[in-house]
């Protein structure tokens, strides 16, 4: 650890001082600069320890890149064209300088920090540098965030304008991290346990119990600063606050499945739909998405549905939406996409797409205070008990591979998309990808990559960006990188569309083509993977395509490079040979 460091942080943090943003900024920066895991946790700790009690939540927030705590439905609601437009305002500097920047260091936080720096140097444009601490910018943050109505986006410039002409380069750096979503630092909410754990002396699982619970690690970190592990131990589900969803791993096929769990497992048809999880207390209920933001004004018939079904009090309940037609089949998946897109984005789409809800999982009803550790044979029970008519996801429970393979075909000529095998005994881990659930998809299963850059099509599609990089996340540092690119797959409405998110998101331009934020996620079919040196994965996907836009979807939740390279190296297992290379 670098003592110098250490000492600067203790200067901005003396005791009864409002601890400045400048060194939460810092702390970013070390974290950003360093791989090592216990060092981050270290510094980190170091940090938090010194922390007012005020200050302990909104730091761990905007350490961890957000605003506000995860489950609070406010947000910022500033795009990135406004914050750019302010930045050259700040700045003085142009579009071109930006752009500049951003090829030099290839993340906006940094481009931010260079672009200040050089204004800075010339004495430019409005920079009034002033002491920021932490909780003037979360407040300052608050009032951006209740801006609404006309007159808004002005509103809402003015307030970014002045907190950004007040920054130094590191702090605007941060900043711009934090307004757009884009921190990757490497200090993900694992490690941010960690480090509240080492900072208020409090045992990890603990910590880690608490944050499953209440959904959010800032408002835990503050709670075991003023009440240590006494004040952690008893917190429990809080209804209308999201619990971390359990995701799955992938299963090569319905053998690997039954091998995994036991040799006996649950099989149930895996919907093609979208993730909802489903909080009743007494007359009033609430619908989270797969990220966790309230949509229970997108989904009223779900919200009927559940009302009148679900009999006890208080229920947390997961399930899956289908879209339906007016005869009650299955649609395609993009029409139900339309009805979760964020609020700024809904304008316009008054259609109403049916739904059907298929429910697959209870965390909570009256009485009991949690079903998660109850085993998944058990919760179904319950769950199938306190259902009402609403449907749950057609299930069997066998050991026999023929039968789950007769299932697997059953449910593709229905027009699902695989299976999902749960294990009997399992509980519910909230937050966690492992084995007990495993999802069995035939063919070279579609990635979920996110778009990085597009370039401009040729003739007809001259004026759209039509043609798109596709990158998987690096797990480990939380950069994106290219693994295939493809103009197939969306139609002219979309591409027309997408060009218009696309710009919205862009960073900078070379030549024919736009390197843009991380922000939207498509899913990729493909006939393979292919070992290439044209991108620094050194893997590319032949005939790639575009099967659906995945709004529910964050950059976080994209497929990773390891899954790539996974099932890089499965195909040529399929294939008898030994080595990907
Ligand atoms: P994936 O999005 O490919 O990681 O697959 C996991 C997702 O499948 C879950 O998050 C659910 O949205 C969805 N899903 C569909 N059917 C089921 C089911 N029967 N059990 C659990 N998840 C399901």
Do not use: C
Request: glycine share 6%; net charge positive.
């Amino acid at each position: 650890m670098n003592a110098e460091f250490n000492s600067n942080i203790r200067i901005l943090t003396a005791p009864n001082m409002p601890t400045l943003f400048k060194s939460l900024a810092e702390l970013l920066e070390k974290i950003e600069n360093t791989r090592k895991r216990l060092e981050i946790t270290a510094l980190t700790a170091e940090f938090l320890k010194n922390l007012a009690p005020e200050e302990v939540e909104p730091a761990v927030s905007m350490i961890l890149g957000r605003p506000f705590p995860k489950w609070n439905p406010k947000t910022l609601d500033v795009s990135w064209t406004t914050l750019t437009a302010i930045l050259q305002t700040v700045t003085g500097a142009g579009w071109n300088v930006f752009g500049e920047a951003f090829r030099g260091t290839g993340d906006i936080g940094s481009a931010t920090k260079s672009v200040f720096e050089q204004a800075k140097l010339k004495k430019q444009a409005q920079l009034l540098e002033k002491e920021l601490t932490v909780t003037e910018v979360r407040r300052i943050l608050e009032a951006i965030a209740e801006i609404t109505g006309s007159g808004s986006r002005e509103k809402k410039e003015r307030l970014i304008t002045t907190l950004l002409s007040q920054a130094s380069p590191v702090e605007a750096k941060y900043l711009v991290k934090i307004f757009t979503g884009e921190m990757r630092t490497g200090l993900h909410e694992g490690l941010m346990e960690q480090a509240v754990a080492k900072a208020f002396e409090v045992p990890l699982a603990t910590v880690q119990k608490a944050s499953m619970a209440m959904g959010d690690i800032g408002e835990v970190a503050a709670m075991a600063k003023t009440g240590g592990k006494d004040a952690l131990a008893n917190v429990g589900f809080k209804l209308f606050r999201p619990v971390k969803l359990m995701l799955a791993q992938t299963a090569a096929d319905v053998a690997e499945a039954l091998e995994e769990h036991g040799g006996e497992t649950a099989f149930e048809y895996k919907y093609d739909g979208a993730r909802v999880q489903i909080h009743k207390q007494g007359s009033e209920v609430r619908v989270f998405s797969r990220r966790l933001t309230d949509v229970t004004r997108s989904l009223p018939e779900t919200v009927e549905v559940v009302k009148a079904n679900v009999k006890t009090a208080n229920a947390i309940l997961e399930g899956e939406v289908i879209a339906v037609d007016a005869a009650g089949s299955p649609v395609p998946f993009q029409h139900l996409m339309r009805r979760f897109k964020r609020v700024h984005e809904v304008t316009g789409m008054a259609e109403k797409i049916p739904v059907r809800l298929f429910l697959f999982d209870v965390l909570y009803l009256d009485g009991k205070s949690s079903l998660i550790a109850v085993p998944y044979l058990q919760r179904r029970q319950v769950l199938a008990e306190n259902a009402g008519d609403i449907p749950l996801t057609t299930q069997i429970v066998t050991s026999d591979r023929d039968e789950a393979e007769r299932f697997l075909k059953r449910a593709i000529d229905a027009g699902h998309e695989g299976l999902m095998a749960k294990k009997l005994d399992s509980p519910y881990t909230p937050g966690t990808r492992g084995k007990s659930w495993l999802k069995i998809k035939p063919v070279l299963e579609p990635l979920d990559l996110v778009i990085v850059a597009a370039e401009y099509g040729y003739g007809r599609r001259h004026s759209w960006l039509s043609d798109y990089y596709l990158a998987a996340r690096d797990a480990e540092t939380g950069e994106f990188q290219t693994v295939g690119k493809t103009f197939k797959g969306l139609t002219d409405v979309e591409i027309v569309e997408m060009t218009k998110r696309l710009k919205a998101f862009a960073v900078s331009e070379e030549g024919n083509r736009v390197i843009v934020l991380p922000k939207i996620v498509v899913e990729v079919a493909y006939n393979e993977i292919q070992k290439s040196p044209k991108y620094r994965s050194r893997m590319a996907l032949r005939f790639a395509r575009i099967t659906r836009i995945r709004d529910d979807k964050d950059a976080e939740d994209a497929d990773t490079l390891e899954r790539v390279r996974m099932i890089y190296e499965r195909q040529f297992a399929k294939k008898g040979r030994y080595k990907a290379e």
